[in-house]
């Protein structure tokens, strides 16, 4: 049975899926609502900045306050480790 090549064939004629909506699409896409896109994302990203800053605030005053911790604890160590060093420089000199 001799094949029908044309039944093979015939589908690399039709139009890609996405064509029509495409061109539809671009087609509505106006200068105004390209404004109220532009308008739209703007927004969104003034929302973004605020949320940012508000967790950068949170940030940095736990940060601070972890800072002001290990420097206090510094401190201790330092006091510790002069006191042990005069310890053993009059120990050495008087002892």
């Given at each position: 049975?001799p094949h029908k090549w044309s039944t093979y064939v015939?589908?690399?004629?039709?139009?890609?899926?996405?064509?029509?909506?495409?061109?539809?699409?671009?087609?509505?896409?106006?200068?105004?609502?390209?404004?109220?896109?532009?308008?739209?994302?703007?927004?969104?990203?003034?929302?973004?900045?605020?949320?940012?800053?508000?967790?950068?605030?949170?940030?940095?005053?736990e940060m601070n306050d972890r800072f002001g911790k290990?420097?206090?604890?510094?401190?201790?160590?330092f006091g510790a480790l002069a006191t042990g060093f005069?310890?053993?420089?009059?120990?050495?000199?008087?002892?």
């Open positions: 049975m015939a589908h690399t004629r039709v139009n890609p899926p996405y064509s029509g909506p495409m061109e539809s699409t671009r087609a509505t896409w106006n200068d105004q609502r390209m404004d109220e896109f532009a308008q739209r994302t703007e927004e969104n990203f003034r929302e973004v900045r605020r949320e940012i800053r508000q967790v950068e605030t949170g940030l940095r005053s290990l420097e206090a604890k510094f401190n201790i160590l005069v310890a053993v420089v009059v120990q050495h000199f008087v002892g």
